[in-house]
């Protein structure tokens, strides 16, 4: 069985809404600058929930709507930029939490593109025959490494999670994957790691928020997704006018604009939230993917694709079953 | 030429008659372009006339002659 598919979807937000013009009392900003700029409207900000609590509940509305046994799960690989933990890795603690004992667990790193590229790991793993069915998830709690007084970032990162389920089948229904990097744009997107300094090396306590320079990523996103996106279909017997939905990680309803008018794509074919939402990192694919599911019918051609730091971006082809 | 193929491209990218692209107007203040909206433009420039526009230089494009004449300058 080298064939993979999709059998459960899950999403969880946090109960806090923060609506623009909340921001626009304690941040110089406005509403109607956030909406035309970006398009977001509100997002949700965790106070007690955590990027672990998130993952767990998006894992077991997954789990609930594929109607299996947690405990059949025998990978689970968290997509995430804002772990709650270095050690133990979300993973352990979401499959403890759902009672998941005989699997590989771990995080991966790769901020907006997290989700895909969790997902390629989990497809290739299980496309080897060890892993018959695997969570993905992708988790976060940015609203805790923003600067809140930086209203350049502050008013695009929030939380969320959203949960896949693969499934090991004869049948396969995820055609292809195109992952690529480019660390020459490091600079453009950054989230420093913990101060890092011991008894001999001292060092300047690092900025530990996100910082963007926005220009570049918009730049380097319109330019790369379209390209990546027609380089993944070469691989398949589609072109873009096939593909029945496209949905992009949801970071600046810009972005969505530019690359439906390059691809010569109906802009309705991409599914935005980001109203909602706003930028959740690894969890936006997964979320507006849960979001679009009663649009979904079987036999869709559904394209991912997400973008971020690194600068890292990639995007999957599957078939809705 | 140049001009044509400018209002071509600044009508598709903002959206607006090509007719209002006129050498004296301004993308943010006549034409009502962001800072989105100008990275989209330079992009569309640099791709129809084959050159490269640093970010310096996109701070010295804000009319439609500035642009008519960098590109004049460089073709």
């Not at chain 2, 203040?29 to 800072?35: P, R, Y």
């Not at chain 2, 990275?39 to 569309?44: A, D, K, P, Q």
Request: glycine share 6%; hydrophobic share 40%; aromatic share 8%.
């Amino acid at each position: 069985m080298d064939g993979v598919k999709i059998i459960g979807v899950g999403k969880a937000v946090p109960k806090k809404t923060l609506t623009n013009e909340e921001i626009a009392t304690f941040v110089e900003t406005s509403n109607q600058w956030i909406k035309e700029r970006t398009g977001i409207e509100e997002r949700r900000i965790a106070i007690e929930e955590t990027t672990t609590s998130l993952a767990v509940s998006a894992a077991k509305e997954a789990i609930d709507e594929a109607k299996i046994e947690a405990e059949t799960i025998e990978l689970v690989i968290v997509a995430t930029a804002s772990p709650d933990s270095v050690m133990p890795n979300t993973a352990c603690l979401v499959a403890d939490a759902l009672g998941i004992k005989n699997a590989t667990c771990f995080d991966l790193s790769a901020a907006c593109s997290g989700f895909l590229y969790a997902s390629e790991v989990a497809c290739s793993m299980m496309r080897v025959g060890r892993y018959k069915r695997a969570l993905v998830i992708g988790a976060e709690t940015l609203s805790k490494v923003v600067d809140w007084e930086d209203r350049g970032t502050c008013i695009l990162f929030a939380d969320g999670a959203g949960a896949t389920l693969y499934e090991g089948t004869n049948e396969n229904k995820v055609l292809a994957f195109k992952t690529q990097s480019d660390g020459s744009g490091a600079k453009y997107l950054e989230l420093s790691a913990s101060y890092k300094a011991n008894r001999f090396h001292q060092e300047e306590p690092q900025h530990p928020f996100i910082v963007m320079n926005g220009q570049e990523v918009y730049k380097f996103a319109v330019t790369k997704v379209p390209q990546n996106i027609k380089a993944l279909l070469e691989e398949t017997p589609y072109d873009v006018q096939d593909i029945d939905w496209f949905i992009l990680h949801q970071a600046n309803e810009r972005i969505i604009t530019s690359v439906a008018k390059k691809l010569g794509v109906a802009e309705e074919k991409f599914f935005k939230n980001i109203q909602h939402y706003g930028n959740t990192s690894a969890a936006s694919i997964p979320i507006a993917l849960k979001e679009a599911q009663n649009k979904l019918k079987k036999g869709d051609k559904v394209l991912l694709a997400g973008f971020g730091a690194g600068l890292t971006w990639g995007s999957m082809l599957f078939i809705v079953s | 030429m140049i001009l044509e193929k400018l209002q071509q491209i600044v009508a598709d990218k903002l959206g607006v008659d090509t007719s209002e692209v006129v050498l004296t107007a301004s993308f943010r203040d006549d034409l009502g372009a962001d800072s989105l909206d100008l990275f989209e433009i330079v992009m569309g420039l640099e791709e129809e006339f084959g050159i490269a526009i640093s970010n310096e230089d996109v701070e010295g494009i804000q009319t439609v002659e500035d642009a008519v004449n960098y590109i004049t300058a460089r073709q």
